[in-house]
């Protein structure tokens, strides 16, 4: 399979989770509200985060549907994902005094282990479309720089 294909099916990948992940909030915005302020965080920071969250989902999704825009998309996801996933993590750890189960959508019956390796695996595709995607650029320079150099 080609590299591009690859890259597609990964942008696809995780751009689907995103804009799952963003409906399931909007749609039933009054639970998604109740969920975070079920964290650990202040109320003013849940009642922003509880907008922030989908928007930048949203924003993410849009963004991994372009070319133009799919390399900062793909880092800012990587970058989402691992915030996400320390939050669980530590979550995990016992270091809130207590575990704030608070997720929608198909996560909801997961545990937070599983939870956890869910997040791990859409990582390591972020990593892996970001490598696909460097490459790509990589190559384009390399070729570039080959065919200067018989002018």
Sequence with gaps: MKKEN????????????????????LIDYDKSID???N?????FISSILTWLIPTLEIILMLGLLFPTTRIKALLASLILLIIFTLY???AMTGAFGRIPCSCGGILENMSYGTHLIFNL??????????????????NFFKRKEHINQYK
């Design 121 to 138: 695996i859409f990582i390591a595709l972020a990593i892996v479309g970001l490598i696909i995607e460097n490459n790509k650029w990589y």
């Design 6 to 25: 690859i890259l597609t099916i990964i942008t696809a990948i995780i751009a689907v989770l995103f804009f799952y992940a963003a409906f399931s909030k």
């Design 39 to 43: 964290q650990i965080f202040p109320s």
């Design 35 to 37: 969920q975070m302020h």
């Design 88 to 90: 669980i993590a530590v």
